[in-house]
């Protein structure tokens, strides 16, 4: 039983290997969201910088699309945080639930 547990905490190129093919249909998701985000922030009119920083900053991606929404001349910030803090609040609620 104890060798079991340790083994989980191994960093072996077989473990990784075997995770990397579990995570690839998740992954394939991932990039067809990204592509989609990537091309109505380019309708919006962000630059590449500003899509790739959303992009990387922020890991929600209703979030993303719920900005774009907002997005303009004259870009209510304190808007945006709450909008972006109101949709990722329902993760509290599913990690309280998911808590032992």
Known sequence: ???ASTELH???RSLVWSGFKQLAPISLFVIVFGAAFGLAAAQVGLSEST???????VFAGAS???????????MPLFTMMLTVFAINARHLLMGA???P
């Open 10 to 12: 191994q960093l072996d």
């Open 64 to 74: 993303q699309f719920a900005v774009l929404d907002l997005w303009g001349a004259e």
């Open 1 to 3: 039983m104890i060798k």
């Open 51 to 57: 899509i790739m920083g959303m992009s990387t900053l």
């Open 97 to 99: 639930t998911l808590y």
